[in-house]
């Protein structure tokens, strides 16, 4: 056999079959009636553990551009949390489908590929970034995806996502799988990262310069653990906030300059009506944060750019310590959207507030290279088996998941595998 003719795809023996019990992997490129997957239907908006419910449905059918997808692993994200919930939107409302499978992170193997997909073919190893679109408009032709009208995330937006043996992809969405990761590694990091890489990198003139600081929230979470990283690579220096002393050694491990404890401060919440007894308590305590950042980055030196996603809690403080002509960049409102702040201060020093949502291909694609290229720690914090599925969305609900991101086991059976040749020797 002539070596270009090797497809470098492992052959064995499987039965074609109408469906395939977890686990059971297909004849390559063998596409099954049926698959398993959570799904939310509108009548189970609720917590995770009772609006996902295992249900046998179709294998969805592909498009031209489109990629069918055999999940080997895939990421646990709030993007499931507000799904199950269908707060602050039910995603039926959007595509009015009758069940919605969620899910916006995924390793697996592509298994079929639309007539019209170029780049991909049956047996490739890849991750999957969550933004679609349409393609057709001004935005997505010399402008910026994002901002497209057909813009949408996959798996939230639309009704397939990850949570299934199979899912249906653009073959835009499709990176390649950094081969050193296992399955479930690889399929922890894409949403937040990508994330946080056009938070960080994305908005010009505020991209981050090197020895610029960033306040970053939540630092040991899934967004910050990727920014404390992301500002690293851009020799930038990064203060992390974290809720508890338990946090503080794996935020600085990463490569944080400082590290805050929110717990030692009370400026919480929505600003107090200015000029208010409780406004010169709550400027005080800000003042105190504030000194707190300047003890790490230098007497009276503001951070150039706050990295903001729990929104109303955090957002007044965010304003106020960043610096003139600084950036306050938020992608998320987890603790409530009515943000609150002292405009005095956004005019007066001339700050820019900049909100961000995903990533274009380019944007996750750079940020896919960084960890292809070993720059970058995967930070996955727990796997979960298929099974375990709801529950680890309920840790995440409750605040009580550990610091970095989560994985679920789909097709593949044992956490530590980096193949598929391996998945197939688990099989005997
Ligand atoms: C990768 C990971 C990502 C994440 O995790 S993100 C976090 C999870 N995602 C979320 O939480 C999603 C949050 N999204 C939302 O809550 C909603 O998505 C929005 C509030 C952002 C938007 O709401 P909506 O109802 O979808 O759209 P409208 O544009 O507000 O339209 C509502 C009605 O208002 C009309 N309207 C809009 N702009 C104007 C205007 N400037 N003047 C007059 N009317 C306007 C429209 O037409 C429409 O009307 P008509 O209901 O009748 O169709
Ligand atoms: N628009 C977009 O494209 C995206 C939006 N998101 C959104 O971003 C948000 C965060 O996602 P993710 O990083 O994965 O979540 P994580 O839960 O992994 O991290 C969030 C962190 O926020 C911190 N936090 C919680 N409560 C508060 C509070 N009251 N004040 C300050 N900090 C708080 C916690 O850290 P600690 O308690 O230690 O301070 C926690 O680790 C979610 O709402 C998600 O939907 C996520 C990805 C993409």
């Not at 069918?68 to 489908?97: E, R, T």
């Not at 969550?130 to 996959?154: F, K, L, T, V």
């Not at 404890?261 to 005080?284: I, S």
């Amino acid at each position: 056999m002539a070596l270009d003719t090797d497809s470098g795809i492992a052959s064995y023996e499987a039965p074609e079959k109408d469906l395939y019990e977890m686990g059971e992997i297909p004849p390559m490129g063998f596409v099954p009636k049926q698959m398993y997957a959570w799904a939310i239907r509108k009548e189970r908006h609720g917590e995770p553990n009772t609006a996902m419910q295992l249900e046998v449905v179709d294998v969805p059918k592909l498009d031209s551009h489109e990629v069918l997808v055999l999940v080997m692993a895939a990421g646990v994200n709030y993007n499931g949390v507000w799904a199950s919930l269908g707060k602050p939107i039910s995603p039926f409302d959007g595509h009015g489908q009758p069940f919605h499978i969620a899910g916006s992170d995924a390793s697996g193997i592509v298994w079929a590929v639309g007539d019209k997909v170029k780049r991909w073919k049956v047996g490739d190893e890849v991750v999957i970034h969550c933004n679609q679109d349409d393609g057709d408009d001004e935005a997505c032709n010399g402008g910026d995806p994002m901002y497209s009208d057909s813009q949408r995330i996959w798996g939230y937006e639309t009704p397939d996502g990850s949570f299934a043996q199979f899912t249906n992809v653009q073959a835009q969405q499709l990176m390649p799988r950094p081969k050193h990761l296992t399955w479930e590694e690889s399929a922890c990091y894409t949403l937040t990262l990508a994330t946080a890489y056009r938070m960080l990198f994305g908005h010009e003139p505020h991209d981050l310069k090197p020895g610029q600081n960033v306040l970053v929230w939540g630092a040991s979470g899934g967004l910050g653990s990727y920014a404390i990283q992301l500002i690293n690579t851009a020799g930038a220096n990064a203060i992390g906030v974290i809720s508890d002393e338990s946090k503080r050694d794996f935020v600085m491990d990463l490569g944080a300059k400082g590290v805050l404890n929110r717990k030692d401060f009370n400026c919480w919440g929505q600003l107090p009506t200015v000029n208010t007894p409780e406004y010169a308590d709550w400027f005080k305590e800000a003042r105190k944060f504030g000194k707190a950042i300047w003890d790490i980055t230098g007497k009276g030196n503001n951070v150039d750019m706050v990295f903001e996603h729990p929104g109303e809690s955090t957002f007044p403080v965010s304003t106020f310590v960043v610096k003139k002509g600084g950036m306050v960049v938020i992608c998320a409102g987890t603790t409530g959207y009515n943000l609150t702040f002292d405009v005095r201060y956004m005019w007066m020093h001339q700050k820019r507030l900049q909100g961000s949502h995903f990533a274009h291909l380019k944007q996750a694609a750079a940020a896919n290279q960084l960890m292809v290229e070993r720059r970058l720690d995967p930070c996955m914090s727990e796997v979960f088996s298929w099974s375990e599925l709801p529950e680890a969305h309920m840790k995440m609900l409750r605040n009580e998941h550990k610091p970095g991101n989560m994985s679920v086991l789909v097709q593949a059976p044992r956490t530590g595998m980096r193949t598929l040749e391996e998945v197939l020797e688990a099989r005997s």
